[in-house]
């Protein structure tokens, strides 16, 4: 790298939301300046970044403007303009993850592909080019319709149980998978750097809101037996690997009844599985995705003691001005840290913060982040 990647490095951040506030927070203790572009005007980092550029993300001229007089680029969403990072790429901008991997990840068909051009076990799965396709597909109901492109936080995901469920599926380009009776949902974090150094955060289990498919609780360490462990964090190395990634990537698994590990999902950022580790780990992710980046060793990524992870939920029926419920009494808990994302405006399952829970006794964490969920609100 030509500029230090403390002092005098320009990097810039491709969304301003919550995953570009915490990286902030981290990149203060590198020294380094940041530069976001988002879309929305009251975007929660907009007042605690170098620059500040408001404009859409999967627009070509404006992505490329922004990355023009830059060292260094990452994202915190996926959904940007990948021919512009291709060209500044191109330009001599340091792009990481690279172009040809948000590329990939971008498309959940090529996500799938790639996993089993290279071995990685997924559930079986059917690429569909439109609803009709269904009416005649391989697969055996029931089964999920995902959207290729644009599904996040439970969106472009819908359950197809039987052929009445036909008639209300997505109609662009979209796969299907089979439905799997899993166990738990596990997730693993993975950095790699440029000098190809590799590590990995401890597996974490995860809970998810039924009503909108994202995560609201998670548990670290894992206690599932060290073989499965183990398991998936070789699964997540060999991913790094394959995609010879810098940066951090997230892998979400399911674990199956009879003790299978199935790849779902990949993201190619600090994720939401890891917003545990600033209390809970020597290394948060966030670090680590610096470090990643920067090229520097990884940190050590092991845990400090048990961590669970409330997401804070915008409450269903409530959308305008953001007003916090119960604050006073969670932070009355012993072990509780808030975070809060700054976004100005709550809407039903907005992710509007989190809450991370520390203790000893692995019960008695779960019990306080139990009650915690209970007892804090965002309402209008």
Request: glycine content about 8%; overall charge negative.
């Amino acid at each position: 790298m030509a500029k230090d990647f403390y002092g005098e490095l320009q990097l810039g951040i491709l969304g301003g939301g919550q995953l570009g506030r915490m990286l902030i927070q981290e990149a203060i203790n590198f020294n380094v300046n940041i530069h976001i572009l988002d879309p929305d005007k009251n975007a929660p980092c907009r007042n605690l970044c170098t620059r500040f550029v408001n404009g859409p993300l999967n627009d070509f001229d404006t992505v490329y403007a922004f990355g023009k007089g830059l060292d260094m680029l990452t994202i915190e969403i996926e959904k940007v303009n990948v021919d512009a990072l291709e060209k500044l790429e191109e330009e001599g901008v340091l792009v990481y993850p690279q172009s040809r991997i948000i590329r990939l990840i971008q498309d959940k068909g090529l996500q799938k592909q790639f996993f089993k051009q290279n071995d990685i076990p997924t559930a079986p799965f059917q690429l569909i080019s439109s609803t009709d396709s269904l009416v005649n597909a391989s697969l055996p109901l029931p089964y999920i319709q995902k959207l290729r492109r644009d599904g996040y936080d439970g969106k472009g995901v819908k359950k197809i149980i039987s052929e009445e469920d036909l008639s209300t599926a997505f109609e662009a380009p979209s796969l299907i998978e089979q439905w799997i009776d899993f166990e738990k949902e596990l997730a693993v974090i993975v950095s790699r750097n440029d000098d190809g150094e590799v590590a990995t955060f401890p597996c974490v289990e995860m809970e998810f809101n039924p009503e909108a498919n994202l995560v609201e609780f998670l548990i670290s360490p894992s206690t599932l037996p060290f073989e499965i462990q183990q398991r998936a964090e070789l699964l997540a190395k060999k991913i790094a690997e394959d995609l010879q990634i810098i940066g951090l990537l997230a892998v979400e698994l399911f674990l199956t009844k009879d003790g299978q590990l199935l790849v779902n999902e990949l993201a190619p950022r600090p994720h939401n599985s890891g917003h545990q580790s600033i209390e809970g780990n020597f290394t948060s992710q966030f670090a680590q995705h610096l470090r990643a980046i920067f090229n520097l060793p990884p940190g050590k990524t092991d845990t400090r003691t048990n961590a669970v992870m409330v997401n804070l939920l915008g409450e269903a029926g409530h959308d305008g001005l953001a007003h916090y419920e119960g604050i006073e009494d969670v932070l009355a808990m012993e072990g509780v840290y808030l975070h809060l994302y700054g976004k100005k405006y709550t809407k039903p399952f907005r992710k509007m913060g989190h809450v991370c829970v520390i203790n000893e006794d692995r019960e008695q964490a779960i019990d306080t982040a139990r009650k915690v969920q209970q007892t804090i609100r965002v309402i209008t």
